[in-house]
T-cell receptor, first 117, second 111 residues
Framework: GAVVSQHPSWVICKSGTSVKIECRSL??????MFWYRQFPKQSLMLMAT?????????EQGVEKDKFLINHASLTLSTLTVTSAHPEDSSFYIC?????????????FGEGSRLTVL | QKEVEQDPGPLSVPEGAIVSLNCTYS??????FMWYRQYSRKGPELLMY????GNKEDGRFTAQVDKSSKYISLFIRDSQPSDSATYLC???????????FGKGTRLSVIA
């Protein structure tokens, strides 16, 4: 199946710093990628839809100036958590669809666990 | 009412038991239904995919969709300790729309 790679898988940072998470589609081109956040024992909550070559679409309640998304190429989307605070600590997961498959299946990255001290 | 409701459990069963997991939803426009399995600290992986109503079987797993009742189920036969994970139902309107997830049900299969 299609592979989505996410990096880093684990990051600890100080409050007030910025953290960048990368999401790559390894064997297909993804014009659209989705960023989810998952708190402990909670479901995946869609944060934003990343569109290659254009601005991301953010879900209601997600601060676009805090969670910067860049989708500069068909295989790479980045999420930057700016001025991170402890309440931003969470599991961030990206996903993408392989346009050559018509099932609409979302392939997920392994996730990035962010801890803000 | 949330769009997708799923009992978070936890659910604990002995090895070999039949497990039944289910979700209800409110959006009648949903047409694609999926079950994902998520191991601790890992990204979700697709288990079963169903379009519209009906049943689908894959090995020990059977997915059922009843659109008239807005109810979907996942059955696991002969459950194994390796099946211990969180199972998330997910659904969407069309192939290009975001998936809406249930909360996930934590399953433990005890040897």
């Amino acid at each position: 199946g299609a592979v989505v790679s996410q990096h880093p898988s684990w990051v600890i940072c100080k409050s007030g710093t910025s953290v960048k998470i990368e999401c790559r589609s390894l064997d297909f081109q993804a014009t659209t990628m989705f960023w989810y956040r998952q708190f402990p024992k909670q479901s995946l909550m869609l944060m934003a839809t990343s569109n290659e070559g254009s601005k991301a679409t953010y879900e209601q309640g997600v601060e676009k100036d805090k969670f910067l998304i860049n989708h500069a190429s068909l295989t790479l989307s980045t999420l930057t958590v700016t001025s991170a605070h402890p309440e931003d600590s969470s599991f961030y997961i990206c996903s993408a669809r392989d346009p050559s498959q018509d099932t609409g299946e979302l392939f997920f990255g392994e996730g990035s666990r962010l801890t803000v001290l | 009412q949330k769009e997708v409701e799923q009992d978070p459990g936890p659910l604990s069963v002995p090895e070999g038991a039949i497990v039944s997991l289910n979700c209800t939803y409110s959006n009648s426009a949903f047409q694609y239904f999926m079950w994902y399995r998520q191991y601790s600290r890992k990204g979700p992986e697709l288990l079963m995919y169903t379009y519209s109503s009906g049943n689908k079987e894959d090995g020990r797993f059977t997915a059922q969709v009843d659109k008239s009742s807005k109810y979907i189920s996942l059955f696991i036969r002969d459950s194994q300790p390796s099946d211990s994970a969180t199972y998330l139902c997910a659904m969407m309107n069309s192939g290009n729309t975001p998936l809406v997830f249930g909360k996930g049900t934590r399953l433990s299969v005890i040897a």
